[in-house]
T-cell receptor
Framework: QKEVEQDPGPLSVPEGAIVSLNCTYS??????FMWYRQYSRKGPELLMY????GNKEDGRFTAQVDKSSKYISLFIRDSQPSDSATYLC???????????FGAGTRLFVKA | DAGVTQSPTHLIKTRGQQVTLRCSPI?????VSWYQQVLGQGPQFIFQ???????GRGNFPDRFSARQFPNYSSELNVNALLLGDSALYLC??????????FGAGTRLSVL
């Protein structure tokens, strides 16, 4: 079993839709939870960062962490074609040490 | 401030050759991590260096080695290249709140 599981998709939605992306994990030591966006042939770009459990909102993006269920989510409201990218969940036990990534979900937002 | 810079951008090698990839961190960042990202997968942790010392190593063979210099830049070396080493190699540096910032990567093709 992988430490972090993420459905690779692809996920195709119409412009303006609400997108829900999810990851599950098995290591209860994880304390830091991140979502990165990666465009084709580029490096990952940090979108959201959450420490421990709870919700965090930034513009159209909301990240949720449920440590009791070992489940994290990213919601994108009013999705735009420019949101089309691969979304990677990532987590670590602390200190920026050995961040573990999910496989990434490819998202396509159709105009 | 300049972001994380990696060189070269692209590289083509043949099996059995050796390759050196370079990374310059964001000014003030003292930790550098290396990741391998195979097409369609999330980044996999290879090494982390902090203050010129190795702080962590992922599940990669001894053909992979790295070092960090006094100016905190880093090199990743891969010997005896295999076809399976073809990937995007990412460098990340550690900022405040243990957030990792990624470079655009070096795309290595082994023929």
């Amino acid at each position: 079993q992988k430490e972090v599981e993420q459905d690779p998709g692809p996920l195709s939605v119409p412009e303006g839709a609400i997108v829900s992306l999810n990851c599950t994990y098995s290591n209860s030591a994880f304390q830091y939870f991140m979502w990165y966006r990666q465009y084709s042939r580029k490096g990952p770009e940090l979108l959201m960062y959450t420490y421990s459990s709870g919700n965090k909102e930034d513009g159209r993006f909301t990240a949720q962490v449920d440590k009791s269920s070992k489940y994290i989510s990213l919601f994108i409201r009013d999705s735009q074609p420019s949101d089309s990218a691969t979304y990677l969940c990532a987590m670590s036990a602390g200190g920026g040490f050995k961040t573990i990534f999910g496989a990434g979900t490819r998202l396509f937002v159709k105009a | 401030d300049a972001g994380v810079t990696q060189s070269p951008t692209h590289l083509i090698k043949t099996r059995g050759q050796q390759v050196t990839l370079r990374c310059s961190p964001i000014s003030g960042h003292k930790s550098v991590s290396w990741y391998q990202q195979v097409l369609g997968q999330g980044p996999q942790f290879i090494f982390q260096y902090y203050e010129k010392e190795e702080r962590g190593r992922g599940n990669f063979p001894d053909r992979f080695s790295a070092r960090q210099f006094p100016n905190y830049s880093s090199e990743l070396n891969v010997n005896a290249l295999l076809l399976g080493d073809s990937a995007l190699y990412l460098c990340a540096t550690l900022g405040a709140k243990n957030i990792q910032y990624f470079g655009a990567g070096t795309r290595l093709s082994v023929l």
